[in-house]
């Protein structure tokens, strides 16, 4: 949860995570879809690889595969529960070569009680390829993480593929040292958003500690822009606990000028009411 500082949810009822989606292209799957697929022994499909309608082997998916653009913006406000997933991508290459992550998120899905006309965001199967977050992620968009019209599935484990014949790289890094997925891991559960189990392995994971872990190298990222750019955006949540010391403070002494970047950045944060006491200090400093 938030704390002391802003108990109201960010973005209720979901108008801005339908804009960052919109604004970035991004299509989201149906649970029926995914379920279906899970049942044919699939793997988690490449965005560029959805069908825009049920192959023939679906028949009986009376829907769209996916709901993308404006139609979004209807889904989100309706029915539609969103789950969002941060998941521990098993190869280099690929989040899920051999279906078992799938199979994994359809059993997940069910715990949760998903409907079949529910949403599901995955990078690999939402975004198009040059936008995708990877394994240590290009920008991040913090408002999926964060929306309080998001659930979020947090799917950790690494897979024992040993057993399988491939050429692929298969990576083994627990999820607690990607960069990227504590990334969204912090921003989840700082506005309360994972609907899943908390992995055993993130049970202490403390949200304001992740600069921290990046600077000591105890988190990686595929490189240090991905890194900066994180970090960066990661400063509008971060604010909703340090408002007060970097922000607040230098106001009320006649410093928001010489702390121009934090000022600029706690007017874009998340929480409200960060928001909200920034703009009434530079009110009274004004006034």
């Not at 912090?186 to 202490?204: C, D, Q």
């Not at 000591?216 to 970090?231: E, T, V």
Request: glycine fraction near 6%; charge should be negative.
């Amino acid at each position: 949860a938030l704390g002391r500082i802003d108990q109201q949810p960010f973005d209720i009822h979901g108008a801005e995570l339908a804009d960052a989606l919109v604004a970035g292209g991004a299509w989201l799957l149906k649970a029926r879809f995914l379920r279906a697929l899970a049942k044919q022994g699939k793997r988690l499909p490449r965005r560029e690889e959805l069908p825009e309608t049920p192959p023939e082997s679906m028949r009986e998916l009376r829907a769209d595969v996916a709901v993308r653009g404006e139609e979004l913006r209807r889904q989100i406000a309706g029915p539609a529960d969103v789950y969002v997933v941060s998941h521990s991508w098993l190869a280099k290459e690929h989040p899920d070569p051999f279906g078992t992550r799938l199979e994994e998120l359809v059993e997940e899905l069910e715990v949760q009680r998903a409907k079949n006309c529910d949403l599901v965001f995955l990078d690999y199967c939402s975004l198009p390829r040059e936008e995708q977050f990877r394994e240590g992620a290009a920008e991040p968009l913090d408002v999926l993480w964060a929306s309080a019209a998001s659930k979020v599935l947090v799917l950790a484990d690494i897979h024992d593929l040993s057993a399988y014949d491939t050429d692929l790289v298969l990576d083994e890094t627990p999820y607690r040292l990607r960069g990227g997925r504590c990334f969204e891991f912090a921003v989840a559960r700082t506005f309360g958003r994972i609907a899943s189990e908390v992995p055993k392995e993130m049970e202490r994971f403390r949200p304001t500690l992740l600069p921290e872990l990046a600077a000591k190298g105890k988190i990686r990222f595929a490189s240090l822009a991905d890194g900066s750019k994180a970090l960066r955006v990661f400063e509008r949540t971060l604010l909703a606990e340090r408002v007060e010391e970097d922000v607040l403070a230098p106001i009320a002494r006649g410093e928001a000028e010489a702390h121009r970047d934090a000022v600029a950045t706690a007017l874009r944060a998340l929480a409200a009411g960060v928001r909200q006491r920034v703009l009434r200090a530079l009110g009274r400093l004004r006034g």
